[in-house]
């Protein structure tokens, strides 16, 4: 309960102190359920009118291990509690007695659940269709895109992030273009006729030459996937889904600055040129307006809440609230923070270490200077 803290504000505007009232403590830890077999998470109402309404939706598991250093999921969700086998076998029986043909596998990274093979087996053997929502270029193997392809998979889906492995390393996704380049591979050798891939621009030291290899990437891509399938099938279509980095509490990217809109909307437009040859190349992509939106809303402190009201009294009008509120976007947007500055979350205790998320965000930097060097170098 915020009124359970008393904040006061430094000359600079930043937090000075968040001081706990009467009984409050002076840190909120949050609770940790420990055996996850115990509760299952799934879909308990269906209707077409839903996203993924047509499947039944199943959690394999919760947290990430891979540590991308912009992802909250993988953070907050700590530690890796993957669900038995034998408990979702028992959630895909009831799924298949009351009638659902297609399971969708949910969790923070589902392809590196350790018993995969098994769990699409057991799906398999049920007579279900499966449904994975994205996979990791470099835990996709030949038995799952050949499950996926039996189970109906129309699109593949791999989220490489960033244009360059420089890039990667810098946001802890290291998948390699040789890993992109397999993956393209199997989707072709599996005959499932479109992929899809997930690019986030306006993240942590990116530069001109990280965006404009977005659709160099493409390019190559869609030269591996243009052979026809082993059926004779052409393939059908590459989309890039392009987000916006947003900067996240409790994730090493905590102190970055948000790119801002002008910034993102000029390198979309880039990446967009950068296709627009290809007629099977499908750009996809959110305002860069509404990336601040969510920027402000991220790492927005309590007086961001006036704004939050004015927005809802205007019936989601946000534009026209951004415009009657009297604070300043930019100081919670586009501001570089340093690590030093008292953040509006550090008295919530999510299971991360502020100084671990310092450790990973100055490797983060010296990842890029690493890069730097080698470039001078070589
Ligand atoms: S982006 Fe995906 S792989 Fe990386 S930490 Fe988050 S959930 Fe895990």
Redesign the pocket.
Known sequence: MPDRYEVTYAADATLAEVKPRGTAPSVVTKRRLRDVNRFETISLVKTPNAEYGHMALLEVGKG?????R??????VYRPVRHRSVEALRETVRKFAADGSTRVGLV???VS?YPWIGQLLDVVHDAGLEVSIS?I?ADSLTDPLVAALARGGHRTLTI?P?AGTERLRRVI??AITDEQIDGACDLVRRRGIPNLKTYFMIGQPTETMADVEAIPALAARMLERLRVPDGQGHPFGRLTLSISSFVPKPWTPFQWAPFDGAPSLQKKLELIKQGVRRFSNVRVLHENPREAALQALLARGDRRVAPFLARAAALDGDWRRALREWDGDPAFYTTRPRGTDERLPWDHLDVGVKKSGLVREWERALAADAATSLTTVVT
Not at 64 to 68: E, L, Q, S
Not at 70 to 75: A, K, R, T
């Open positions: 990430c291990g891979r540590g991308c912009f992802c909250l999921e993988g953070q969790g923070a990274c590196d994205s990791r989220a992030e802890r996704k």
